[in-house]
């Protein structure tokens, strides 16, 4: 046999060998509304608390048209509230400044209406409807906790989208500077929500723009961990966080999650949305499903 031929038999060999495997699928029985993905099993509400037991720090993705997610995430507030734990609630649609505002509504200090014009909800948020999620935020407020903004200002994403140092101040320009642009893995789950590139601009061609457009989205996850670091530390005992974002800034325990532990030794707990349509998912995906009624077309 000559060597040619034999060569050829050991690379056809070793690239059967290194085919990419499939991925690990659970199959999620009927009857579930909560799956742990760590035991392979549905979890009553009991269960679920128990298991949120030993973390601070909870990061929960949102589908943010449906009623029935908030529905459930409220009830898990007024159930922890109910074993005398204050939970504190990190929006990703807030920002920091935010927080006046955001501190007088949790104090009760301001009503429903006047934070709505405060925070300019209708303005700001229109494509999220306030009263979705207003079962979240009156769990939070009856028990005592506050609601937080984490994320960049439009200002700031402007900023970063366009590569605008002159418009940055110097800490701005220092954590630009910074952002890790080179995980692979979390390449990978976002490129097909940004290959279309829905909003190029006129000099740009189309790898230019998705990679601005997968810059933001790094500053997006980097900026809301950071902020959610620096909430952590303040937490006492008898307290917990709510990282409170879109379900893609949580999933694979990529993004937010990801870059929280960069930055932090405390361990966390990742609960992923899906709707109760859904009969397979991923390993790996968080540490807990919640599978809800879907009332509206998914994001």
């Given at each position: 046999?000559?060597?040619?031929?034999?060569?050829?038999?050991?690379?056809?060999?070793?690239?059967?060998?290194?085919?990419?495997?499939e991925a690990i699928k659970h199959t999620i029985p009927s009857e579930c509304d909560t799956y742990s993905l760590r035991e392979a099993s549905c979890l009553t509400q009991?269960?679920?608390?128990?298991?949120?037991?030993?973390y601070s720090v909870i990061f929960i993705g949102d589908h943010h048209t449906q009623d029935d997610l908030h529905q459930r995430i409220a009830s898990l507030i007024t159930a922890l509230s109910k074993e005398g734990i204050t939970v504190h609630l990190a929006n990703e649609w807030f920002t920091p400044e935010d927080a006046p505002v955001l501190d007088?509504?949790?104090?009760?200090?301001?009503?429903?209406?006047?934070?709505?014009?405060q925070i300019e909800w209708n303005k700001r948020l229109r494509y999220l409807p306030y009263s979705s999620f207003k079962p979240m935020y009156e769990a939070v407020r009856s028990g005592g906790g506050r609601l937080?903004?984490?994320?960049?200002?439009?200002?700031?994403?402007?900023a970063i989208s366009d590569q605008n140092l002159s418009a940055m101040s110097p800490s701005?320009?220092?954590f630009n500077k910074e952002l890790d642009l080179n995980v692979t893995a979390h390449k990978t789950l976002i490129s097909p929500y940004i290959a279309h590139c829905h909003a190029p601009k006129a000099d740009e061609n189309l790898q230019e723009c998705i990679d601005r457009m997968y810059r933001v989205q790094v500053a997006w996850d980097t900026q809301m961990a950071k902020e959610a670091v620096l909430l952590s530390t303040k937490l006492k005992p008898s307290e917990k966080l709510i990282v409170f974002a879109g379900a893609l800034h949580m999933e694979d325990k990529l993004g937010i999650p990801l870059r929280f532990a960069r930055h932090s030794v405390l361990p966390t707990m990742t609960i992923i949305p899906r709707p109760n349509t859904q009969t397979k998912a991923d390993h790996g995906l968080g540490d807990i499903?919640?599978?809800?009624?879907?009332?509206k077309t998914e994001e």
């Amino acid at each position: 046999m000559s060597r040619l031929l034999l060569f050829s038999i050991f690379i056809y060999l070793l690239s059967g060998c290194t085919k990419t495997p499939e991925a690990i699928k659970h199959t999620i029985p009927s009857e579930c509304d909560t799956y742990s993905l760590r035991e392979a099993s549905c979890l009553t509400q009991e269960a679920l608390l128990k298991r949120l037991d030993p973390y601070s720090v909870i990061f929960i993705g949102d589908h943010h048209t449906q009623d029935d997610l908030h529905q459930r995430i409220a009830s898990l507030i007024t159930a922890l509230s109910k074993e005398g734990i204050t939970v504190h609630l990190a929006n990703e649609w807030f920002t920091p400044e935010d927080a006046p505002v955001l501190d007088a509504y949790s104090a009760k200090d301001i009503n429903e209406t006047e934070f709505i014009s405060q925070i300019e909800w209708n303005k700001r948020l229109r494509y999220l409807p306030y009263s979705s999620f207003k079962p979240m935020y009156e769990a939070v407020r009856s028990g005592g906790g506050r609601l937080h903004g984490i994320n960049l200002s439009k200002r700031q994403r402007k900023a970063i989208s366009d590569q605008n140092l002159s418009a940055m101040s110097p800490s701005e320009q220092l954590f630009n500077k910074e952002l890790d642009l080179n995980v692979t893995a979390h390449k990978t789950l976002i490129s097909p929500y940004i290959a279309h590139c829905h909003a190029p601009k006129a000099d740009e061609n189309l790898q230019e723009c998705i990679d601005r457009m997968y810059r933001v989205q790094v500053a997006w996850d980097t900026q809301m961990a950071k902020e959610a670091v620096l909430l952590s530390t303040k937490l006492k005992p008898s307290e917990k966080l709510i990282v409170f974002a879109g379900a893609l800034h949580m999933e694979d325990k990529l993004g937010i999650p990801l870059r929280f532990a960069r930055h932090s030794v405390l361990p966390t707990m990742t609960i992923i949305p899906r709707p109760n349509t859904q009969t397979k998912a991923d390993h790996g995906l968080g540490d807990i499903l919640f599978l809800y009624t879907p009332s509206k077309t998914e994001e």
